[in-house]
């Protein structure tokens, strides 16, 4: 059965850094058509912080482009996000997630991956 489960989350103070990994079971990277994060912080909605496709095309949400930095590694089917320079609206429940192919994602008829982890909490203190 597929799975992903996400490591990495923590306290840290502003300005500091932390690297999330998501590592996927039950199935390869290769089954995927991309892959992202969002994150939802108490009382607001889940936000898109950023994806790539299978063919390593990144996307980020404005609010942490240059900041944050998504990546893949195929061997170990695992996902990371590096987040730099890390500011106290940061802070939030961070979502790995998945669309393999055969989904509404993938046919571009969702923005919805529709596979997720259980979540990681970052906690960005000042």
């Known amino acids: 059965q597929a799975q992903l489960v996400e490591f990495g989350g923590g306290s840290v103070q502003a300005g500091g850094s932390l690297r999330l990994s998501c590592v996927v079971s039950?199935?390869?990277?290769?089954?995927?058509?991309?892959m992202g994060w969002y994150r939802q912080a108490p009382g607001k909605e889940r936000e898109l912080v950023s994806t790539i496709s299978s063919d390593g095309t990144a996307t980020y949400a404005d609010s942490v482009k240059g900041r944050f930095t998504i990546s893949q590694d195929h061997p170990k089917d695992t996902l990371y996000l590096q987040m730099n320079s890390l500011k106290t609206e940061d802070t939030a429940v961070y979502y790995c997630a998945a669309a393999f192919y055969g989904s509404a994602y993938c046919s571009g008829t969702t923005a919805d991956f529709g596979f997720w982890g259980q979540g990681t909490q970052v906690t960005v203190s000042s």
């Open positions: 039950g199935y390869t990277f290769f089954s995927t058509c991309g």
